[in-house]
Structures are given as structure tokens and as C-alpha cells.
């Protein structure tokens, strides 16, 4: 039996965990489940799975959990805040950390992870975007590994010869591989499939006037909030580019987009001898999260099976940059290097959340992001302080940015 902290828990992503592990409750056991502020959520998951340990990051919902707890009798133990999740990430009793918390907040916990050896499944790309290189150095210093669970790259994983993978078993390696690293395996280049979003047909004016509403509904995936927008925005395609490049030791010029409204091929590799290995599947992240809890072993995920005859055709467009401004400036901040992806990631952060809350319009997401980057100068730092010292100093200049936008431009 592995133990397995869920971060996240609560989370599309970690919900999707827990279905997965449900199917193979004699391999995995679920010690600890992580969330916000939602009470009511972690309190049913609590009910159903009796982990150890349950951990709020908000304070004030942790004692409302831990009473809830209590009047139900259940001996979970409830933990609150950074130190809560930074202890469930490292407990000697687990071995896999499923990291899916959302955004920046979920890069500590998931460095406590790697310095205390885990698998860890990584969903939460935003804490490669913020520090790719501190976090790799962490897993290969402490012997952790490193699996892919955003599809794209749980497909590329599948693709590649294992001996490339960033962190296999190879306890020598100390070091990022060197920039031939994707020739020296024979690769060409990595194609990352992007569904285009809901907003693929629509021209730039007819985004300036989209909601929240709109920009959620994604045609092929059911994610939380904060990702649905970055697909519409397609920065999410942007950030998934730096974590290939993070996860695979690759250039960003041999990393493109390839667009593919049905979302069926999560990825493709191409080598050097003219191949091309893609991995299919029916959009349903409990494949690649199946694949990584079973690595290198297959177990199964009740995913329905892929029908290509019933599908009957796949389609694939070139990327209009012009149109979703985003991708480029996460290409132009990973060849940029240093903290200016953790400025990038801040700056959307802060940007996606304002839309959200309607305080916003979604064509200025990108511009808050250029101008953020264009003031702020990224860095070559490697510690965690420096790193969240330029994530800070980035929030509270995109903030600003937005409250220009929010009065001049919102109606
Ligand atoms: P979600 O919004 O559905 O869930 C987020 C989870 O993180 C919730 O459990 C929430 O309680 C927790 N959380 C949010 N803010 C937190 C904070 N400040 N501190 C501690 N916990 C916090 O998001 P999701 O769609 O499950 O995505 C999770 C991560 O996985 C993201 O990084 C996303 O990019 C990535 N991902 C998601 C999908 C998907 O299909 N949903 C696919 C690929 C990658
Ligand atoms: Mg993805």
C-alpha cells in the first residue's frame, strides 16, 4: 500500500485523484486531503475517505472543519495554513504527493514534497512556471521524482525514450541537461496540442466582450476557473510550453503549438529519423493521473474507450499569435530566462482573477501581463526567498495595472 497526500483535494484535478484511487483502494492508501477554504468540501471527503490528516489553508475554515470533525466523531486530524500543508507534503508515511493545488500557492508545498523525496504527480504547472530550475535541482538533490499530469506532458512522458526524461532514476545527475540535451535522444522537436479554447472562431474584438461565464466553458476538458480562462486566453498553452521546456530539457523554439479542437492526440514527439509518436486518448485526466499513480506499472482508470471510427476525423490548425497575444509573451519570458516566467505567472495570476470577479475585460489580461513585464526585469535567483520576493513584487504591480484598467476600460 502507497500512502498518497492529496493537494488539492477539493480541486477538479484532485477529485479526479480520489476516482482513480477509488478503483484501486488495495494499492493506494489516503492519508492526508488538502483544501482552501472549502469546508463543506473537504468535510464530505473526510466522511468518505477518513484520511489522517486534513489541511485548510485558510485559518478560519480550519476550525469550522476541525468542529464539523468533531461532532461527526472522525478521528481526521485537522491542520491549517502553509506549515498544514508543507507537513502533509513530507510525512514519512506517504510516498506519493498528488501536488493540484491551484496557482502560486501550491509551489511550496510541492517543494516540501521534493525535499522530502516523494513521486510527486505534478498538476499545479504554475510551480515549474514560477521556479523550474530551484524545484528540478530540489528533486534530483533529494532523490524525489517528478511525473507529469497536465496531459500534454503525461503524453510527451509516454513519447519519449525514458532515458531523456528529466528525472529518472539517475541519482548522479545533479544538473539540468545541457541545451543539445532533446538532439542527443534523437528528438526533433515536441509538439504540444492546444484545443484552442472556447474562443478559437471568435475574432479579438468579439473577446473584448466575453464573461467569466463564457470563458469557463471549455468545449472538451471540466477544469476549475483559473485554468478554464488560460485556455481561453491560451496561456495556458504558454505555460505549459516553460514546463516542457522545465520537464524535458528543451529549447522553447523546439517546443510548438499545434492546435487540435477535438483533443484526442495530448501530444506528439518528433524525432530525428522523421517518426512521430503521439499519445490518444479520450480528454478525461484520470489517464494521465492513472498513468502517473501506476508508473511504470499500467493500472486502469475507467476511462471510456477511445471509438477513432466514431470520431471519424481529426483536425489541426496553425496558432494565431496574433489573436492570443499570451502564448508569445510565455515564449519571449522562458527564452528571457530567470524570474521573468515567475513575473509572467504573477502578473496572470493576478489578471485572471480580476476577470473572474468581473473587475477586468478579457483582452486586458494580456495587456496587464505585458506591461508588468515590460516594468519589472526578471532575475537569475535560485532561492525560494528571492523567487517569492519577485512573485510578490509582481502581484502588487499587476494589481496596480488592473486598477487603472478596471476604472478607465470595465462597463
Ligand atoms: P480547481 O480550482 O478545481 O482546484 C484547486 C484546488 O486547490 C482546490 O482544492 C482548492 O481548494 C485548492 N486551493 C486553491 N487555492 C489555494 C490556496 N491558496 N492554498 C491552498 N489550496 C488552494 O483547479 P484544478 O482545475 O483542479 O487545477 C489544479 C491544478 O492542476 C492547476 O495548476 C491546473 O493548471 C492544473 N491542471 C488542471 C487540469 C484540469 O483538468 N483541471 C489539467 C491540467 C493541469
Ligand atoms: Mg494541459
New binding site residues.
Partial sequence: MKGITI????????L?TLEVIKQHQDKFKVIAL?????VE?LNALCLEWLPRYAVM?DAQAAEQLEQRLKRAQLPVQVLSGKDG?IKVASLPEIEIVMA????G??LVPTLAAAQAGKRILL????ALVMSGQLLLATVFKHDAELLP???EHNAVFQCIPPSHFNTTYDHSRTQLKTPSALADSGISRILLTASGGPFRHYSYEQMQTVTPEQACAHPN???????SV?SATMM?KG?EVIEACWLFSAQPHQVEVLLHPQSIIHSLVEYIDGSVLAQLGNPD?RTPIAHALGWPERISSDVKRLNLAEIGQLQFELVDFKKFPCLQLAYDAMLAGGTTTTILNAANEIAVQAFLQKRLRFTDIHRVIETTLSHLTGRIVTQLDLILEEDTRAREFATEIVNQYSTTNYH
Fill in positions: 493537494l488539492g483535494a477539493t480541486g477538479s484535478i484532485g479526479n488538502t483544501a482552501n477554504r472549502d468540501g489553508a500543508l493540484a493545488i491551484v496557482g500557492a501550491g498538476a499545479n504547472k504554475e499530469i497536465d496531459s476538458w471540466k477544469m476549475g476557473p483559473k485554468i488560460d495556458n505555460l485526466m
